[in-house]
């Protein structure tokens, strides 16, 4: 059974940065492309950013685009998001999610093919 892990949340101030981490256990991580997505209180759950398993591709959501990074090292099982100038807006769980796709090119931030998710990690932005 496929098992992910969110970490890296807290409490900071806007512009500041925070790293999320997302360990894969269970199975070859590099047979997955890995997203993250959010949920905001009162708010639907929403995509943030994905990684093809090959990661040759990833996908932004366009308010994050010039600020989060996503990247992947399969030799850890960890997949990372990097977020930079961090806005009140962000404020949200935010949970990695998995999709069996071997050797691909291609990810998507709509969760419809995510089969796999973590439990999430809690992310506040406020001064």
């Known amino acids: 059974q496929l098992q992910l892990v969110e970490s890296g949340g807290g409490l900071v101030q806007p512009g500041d940065s925070l790293r999320l981490s997302c360990v894969v256990s269970?199975?070859?991580?590099?047979?997955?492309?890995i997203a993250w997505f959010r949920q905001a209180p009162g708010k639907e759950r929403e995509g943030v950013s994905c990684?093809?398993?090959?990661?040759?591709?990833?996908v932004h959501k366009d308010s994050v685009k010039d600020r989060f990074t996503i990247s992947r090292d399969n030799a850890k099982n960890t997949v990372y998001l990097q977020m930079n100038s961090l806005k009140p807006e962000d404020t949200a769980i935010y949970y990695c999610?998995?999709?069996?796709?071997?050797?691909?090119?291609?990810?998507?931030?709509?969760?419809?093919?995510?089969?796999?998710w973590g439990q999430g990690t809690q992310v506040t932005i406020s001064s």
């Open positions: 999610a998995a999709d069996y796709s071997p050797m691909s090119r291609r990810c998507t931030i709509s969760p419809s093919p995510y089969d796999y």
């Open positions: 269970g199975f070859t991580t590099n047979y997955y492309a």
């Open positions: 990684i093809s398993s090959s990661g040759s591709t990833t």
